[in-house]
């Protein structure tokens, strides 16, 4: 409805659409096909129901990398496109962020997400992780990009197709007998992994910031409401139980993405560093979602660590060992290592401190891996 009520404006703009071009393949075949089916939505909206000028660019891979932007960017400047609208995956929510700051444009950034990870993404102030090839790694791309920012930027509108996250069938509630790859995440996975980044920053939110402890307060209450039935819950409960915890985490993913902070951010630090070189078959819902009982144990005592043990295996979450590729058995040393060359790179290229707790994060390291 949004877009709709801007749409005079918008047809007095050239729209660069970037959208998702991943390979639909395997296990992820399915939430493959919901990506490709929201962009064709998006497409056609566009064009043939707004009647917008538009020109595409696509991200061809999980995460996109510099080139990506040089591109998209190149492109835009060439058609003189002065808005940017996202459309798909979390990596093209990512890209479009990228492009969006890069331009300077004036005009809001919209962003249509088709998936729960890219929900997080298009609500992050982050400007989006990008992938450096040459380190195997996830960065920020400059330190000129913060989404929220007082430099002029654009803001962003984030439109929510209601229709796309009903179908519990398109989104697997939990992953029953290990049947859906990590590669995939599912409802469960994204109400952990939101559980986990609002404890996170409850860790590291500043005396009296009302603002956070209230997105905080919110997040954990729809992650749990989410996450709470699933110690009953099965493949075969009744549509209305599905629907309702995937109401519950589709909230909670929204309330978490606002919280996402770099810096001090357990999960995005390991994320960032580990999930190219160590994880690349991995979601990173997933793989935060197996972060959160060694997180509660060794962390925050906010919630049990047996009930974040317990819900998990109910949930089906894939154990962190067993999300590693396959022939690769690093030693939790050799992991933070990584860890803090991605750390020290970070500092490099946006001239800030990177601050981090190493103990906490091996702590988190060991307990999960032992799982």
């Known amino acids: 409805n949004h877009l709709k009520d801007i749409q005079q404006e918008l047809r007095r703009s050239t729209c660069l659409v970037v959208t998702s071009d991943e390979p639909v393949s395997g296990s992820a075949h399915k939430a493959n096909a919901v990506v490709s089916h929201h962009v064709q939505q998006t497409n056609f909206l566009a064009t043939a129901e707004m009647r917008l000028r538009t020109i595409g660019a ?4 999980a995460y996109p990398t510099p080139d990506h932007i040089k591109r998209g960017v190149d492109l835009a400047r060439r058609s003189g496109a002065d808005v940017v609208i996202g459309s798909g ?3 093209a929510m990512d890209l479009a962020k ?6 300077k444009l004036e005009k809001p950034l919209i962003l249509a997400p088709a998936t729960l990870g890219a929900l997080m993404a298009s609500t992050s102030s982050i400007p989006g992780l990008i992938l450096d090839t040459s380190e195997e790694a996830l960065v920020l791309p400059s330190e000129r990009y913060n989404m929220h920012d007082d430099s002029g930027s654009a803001s962003v509108v984030v439109a929510l197709n209601d229709s796309l996250f009903k179908p519990h069938k398109s989104f697997p509630m939990i992953r029953a007998n290990n049947s859906h790859f990590p590669g995939v995440p599912t409802v469960a996975d994204a109400a952990l992994a939101s559980l986990l980044v609002a404890l996170d920053a409850n860790k590291n939110m500043k005396k009296d910031d009302e603002l956070v402890e209230q997105l905080i307060t919110k997040t954990v209450h729809h992650a749990m409401k989410a996450l709470d039935p699933l110690l009953l819950l099965n493949q075969e409960a009744d549509e209305n139980q599905h629907e309702q915890l995937l109401e519950d985490s589709v909230e909670a993913v929204l309330l978490a993405g606002q919280l996402l902070r770099f810096q001090e951010s ?10 190219p070189r160590y ?3 991995s979601h ?3 793989f935060m979602a197996s972060l959160l009982p060694g997180y509660c144990e060794n962390v925050s005592a906010l919630v049990d660590p047996e009930w974040a043990h317990n819900v998990s295996l109910t949930a089906g979450v894939t154990p962190l060992s067993r999300q590693m590729i396959a022939g690769s058995t690093p030693t939790v040393e050799q992991l933070l290592d990584c860890v803090d060359a991605n750390m020290s790179l970070l ?4 001239n800030a401190d990177a601050e981090y707790d190493y103990m906490l994060l091996e702590q988190v390291l060991q307990s999960n891996l032992s799982r």
């Open 347 to 350: 500092s490099s290229t946006t």
């Open 89 to 91: 995956s979390g990596a």
């Open 279 to 281: 994880f690349p078959q």
């Open 284 to 286: 990173i819902l997933t």
């Open 98 to 103: 990228c492009i969006s700051l890069e331009l």
């Open 58 to 61: 696509k991200v061809d891979s």
């Open 266 to 275: 357990v999960p995005l630090i390991l994320a960032s560093a580990l999930l």
